[in-house]
C-alpha cells in the first residue's frame, strides 16, 4: 500500500467515524428526547472543525511526516501488497475510538460527542498531507510505500524508484545535463 493511500484512507475512515459517531448521539438525543448532549456536542463539533480546517490549512508537509518520508528506507525489493492488513495495522487506534465511544454513547452519549469532534480535527487536519507526499514524490520520481511493521511499532515506509512524469521541467534538466 502506498503512504498517499495509507492518508487517504485515514482522513475518509476518521471521517466516516466522526459521522457515525455524530448520528449516534443525535439519534440517542431523538429517542430519549434529551436533546441537550446533542446541543452541546454539536457546538463542540463547530469549535472542533473550525481547529480542524486550521490546523489543515497549510500546504506543506506535516512535520511528523517529513520525519517518516526522511527516514524512508530505499526499497531492494516490493513488499507483498497487503492493504487490508496494512490498514488494520496502522488505523487500530482509530477503529478502537470508534467501537469504545459507540458503546459507551449507549449510557453517555457525551462520549461519542467528544470523539467525534477530535475525529473531525484529525479529518480535517490531515486532509491536504497526501498531497504533499504526492508533491515531494513528483519531485523526486520516487514512490513512498508502507512497510511492515508491528501495530504499536512506529510506521516506516520504503522509497521506491518511480517513473518520473513527462513534464517539460523533466525535458529541460535533462537536456542540459
Known amino acids: 500500500m502506498t503512504f498517499r493511500q495509507l492518508l487517504h484512507a485515514t482522513v475518509l ?8 459517531l455524530g448520528l449516534i448521539v443525535v ?12 446541543v452541546i456536542s454539536a457546538l463542540w463539533w463547530i469549535v472542533a472543525s473550525i481547529l480542524g480546517i486550521n490546523a489543515g490549512r497549510m500546504n506543506d508537509t506535516n512535520p511528523q ?10 526499497a531492494e525489493q516490493l513488499p507483498e501488497p497487503r492493504p ?11 477503529f478502537a475510538v470508534t467501537i469504545v465511544s459507540g458503546v459507551a454513547a449507549i449510557w453517555l452519549p457525551q462520549v461519542a ?12 487536519g490531515w486532509r ?5 507526499v504526492k508533491a515531494i514524490e513528483e519531485r523526486d520520481g520516487v514512490e513512498f510505500l508502507v512497510e511492515r ?4 511499532s512506529p510506521l516506516k515506509l520504503l522509497r521506491t524508484p518511480g517513473l518520473r512524469r513527462d513534464r517539460p521541467e523533466h525535458k529541460r534538466h535533462s537536456a542540459s545535463a
Do not use: C, Y
Open 113 to 124: 460527542g467528544v470523539a467525534t469532534g477530535f475525529l473531525l480535527i484529525w479529518a480535517l
Open 13 to 20: 475512515l476518521s471521517g466516516a467515524s466522526a459521522t457515525l
Open 128 to 132: 491536504k498531507q497526501e498531497h504533499a
Open 84 to 94: 487490508v492488513l496494512t490498514l488494520i495495522n496502522r488505523l487500530w487506534p482509530l
Open 65 to 74: 511526516i517529513a520525519r517518516v518520508l526522511a527516514e524512508a528506507r530505499a
Open 27 to 38: 439519534s440517542h438525543a431523538q429517542v430519549n428526547s434529551d436533546p441537550m448532549p446533542a
Open 149 to 152: 511493521t508491528g501495530p504499536v
